[in-house]
């Protein structure tokens, strides 16, 4: 279609120039070449045939120009030499918007003025190529010099027309890169840049990675000259994505069993919490399936519940799970967004306002890690209108940061943390009401604070339960094995034992405040003592550290049995 347009256009015997106008990487310049093979061609009309396409370099043309008219010198007798080819000459001008202000130096005529006469009477064929950004902020100031252009848009290509693309350019980059490149290759590196690679456009962003793929694998068969050259083509295209941020688990079938086993994997580091974790991975796994609302976030989630009952744990196995890290958790204090300026910090202040090309904190960070968990934590505590940008976050899967820029959260998983409520629960934890009682007057308090539309468009709201005795024992020893695993990384050994274990339970357990003084008084005291002992060099590599409860119960005692025998009790 594009093609067709644009031929049309320079058939015209009046305004018979074109502006190609489209994101970058759409593939703008790639037209104007493909102009200049289709007359080699002969796939023209008789009007174009034997017609030479010419980049006009404004740079080049610019650089040296010491003296005053120089530069209109120049391009006047480029224009001279188009009119005389009688419309054989077809002008390229790469970011066309430079014309605007191009050769201004002495407040003389600029490279658009001069051309101006050329182009309204259609002696010279023209295309130029810009985007949408700055045709809006140049072109379209001089209104001139925009009628003189008929705007043809120049729109991304599907995932099945890059795919052809990359066939069509691919004995380029074998010839390149000495190397076969597979058709599975091609189909992966467009399958994957469409997927994992946001805020780039295709082709451009399928081409990249087919090329760094190729410069890998021809790394590696010359690192390795026993590797296969087709599966080395496939796993280029699982480094590079690694390189590019794509979670190289989420790859293929891995990410199906990853999502069936999604609620036991969380299970595994969120104790007590059943219902919760269900709820959270069912909903994933319905947005990976591709069953609800298209373009939305994974999912969208508000945790309630008290403190220390697993909502940031929750959010933090979740990050693991499905992005490959704890890292990919972005954790934002909403209490910080309240008053003047909340929506501004969070997407980005207007033009002309102060911390204008700092942006957004939220978009920002989003822009650079767009697989990543958000979690809003003490979203109660956040302005209204701060409430009002999440509906449409929520909704459309997108903002539009303080510089227009559009901001794509459809591979983040949004969680919403609030302690509203919280004093039902502990209510119904103490026997004063049933807990399912609880649950109902925590969300009527929820419903009165935040509005229907914001809850509305919530995957779910979770409440998370007390935990009791016994599940905080589960957490003491996910605690020691945790410490365990440190302690191994030394190659020393580490037991505790279930005499050890409920001593640790009971002086620390806070029904209130659920895990986290569990996690204080085994760093506080535990890695403490441990700490002592491998700094005095009472614990060495082969050594085995038990740890029992004192004979009164109250206290723990620790007995290093080291390559050469016992040593005292600590």
Request: with cysteine; charged share 25%; net charge neutral.
């Amino acid at each position: 279609m594009t093609r067709s347009t644009v031929i049309s256009i320079l058939c015209c015997k009046t305004k018979n120039c074109v502006a190609l106008v489209g994101a970058p990487g759409v593939g703008k310049t790639a037209i104007a070449e493909g102009l200049a093979q289709w007359i080699a061609a002969g796939k023209v009309p008789a009007e174009l045939s034997k017609a030479r396409v010419v980049e006009v370099d404004l740079g080049a043309m610019v650089a040296g120009t010491v003296l005053r008219g120089m530069f209109e010198s120049r391009l006047k007798t480029v224009i001279k030499e188009a009119e005389n080819s009688g419309g054989k000459i077809i002008l390229f001008i790469d970011e066309m918007h430079m014309l605007i202000g191009a050769g201004d130096k002495w407040g003389s005529n600029d490279a658009a003025n001069i051309l101006k006469p050329a182009l309204a009477r259609g002696r010279i064929r023209c295309v130029g190529a810009t985007t949408f950004d700055d045709y809006r902020k140049y072109i379209e100031k001089d209104a001139a010099l925009e009628r003189r252009f008929q705007k043809v848009h120049v729109e991304e290509p599907s995932t099945q027309a890059t795919i052809a693309i990359l066939r069509g350019i691919k004995q380029q980059y074998e010839l390149h890169h000495s190397l076969e490149i597979q058709d599975a290759a091609i189909v992966a590196a467009a399958e994957l840049a469409g997927r994992y690679i946001t805020g780039r456009q295709f082709p451009d962003k399928a081409i990249d990675l087919i090329d760094a793929a190729c410069a890998t694998a021809k790394k590696m068969m010359q690192i390795d000259s026993q590797e296969k050259e087709e599966d080395t083509v496939k796993k280029a295209i699982v480094a590079v994505s690694r390189c590019t941020g794509i979670p190289v688990s989420t790859l293929d079938q891995e990410e199906k069993d990853r999502l069936i086993h999604l609620a036991d994997r969380l299970h595994e580091r969120v104790v007590g919490q059943d219902e919760a974790v269900n709820l959270v991975a069912e909903a994933v796994l319905r947005s990976r399936a591709g069953l609800d609302q298209p373009g939305q976030p994974i999912g969208s989630f508000l945790f309630l519940g008290l403190t220390g009952v697993g909502k940031t744990e929750l959010a933090k196995a979740l990050a693991e799970q499905l992005f490959d890290s704890e890292k990919m958790l972005v954790r934002i204090d909403m209490s910080e967004y309240v008053g003047f300026g909340a929506v501004a910090r969070l997407i980005g202040a207007a033009p002309s306002c102060i911390g204008y090309d700092d942006g957004g904190q939220l978009t920002e960070i989003v822009r650079r890690r767009p697989y990543s968990v958000i979690l809003f934590d003490e979203v109660e505590k956040a302005d209204p209108l701060v409430l009002n940008v999440f509906i449409q976050l929520l909704d459309d899967g997108v903002l539009t940061d303080g510089k227009g820029r559009t901001v794509d959260f459809k591979n983040t998983i949004i969680i919403m943390t609030s302690n509203l409520g919280a004093e039902h629960l502990t209510a119904g934890m103490a026997g004063e009401s049933t807990m399912e009682a609880a649950k109902d007057l925590v969300m009527k308090k929820v419903q009165k604070h935040f509005k229907p539309e914001f809850l509305n468009r919530l995957s779910e709201v979770v409440i998370f339960e007390p935990l009791l005795h016994d599940k905080l024992k589960e957490i003491v020893k996910i605690q020691m094995k945790s410490v365990t695993a440190r302690v191994a990384a030394k190659s020393i050994s580490l037991s505790a034992s279930d005499a050890a274990l409920d001593v640790i339970l009971l002086e620390s357990c806070n029904l209130m405040n659920g895990a986290r003084p569990i996690r204080r008084w085994v760093q506080k005291n535990v890695m403490t003592v441990l700490s002592r002992m491998l700094l005095k060099g009472e614990a060495v590599e082969g050594s085995t550290i038990v740890i029992d409860a004192t004979d009164d119960k109250r206290g723990l005692r620790y007995e290093v049995v080291n390559p050469q025998g016992k040593s005292p009790v600590v």
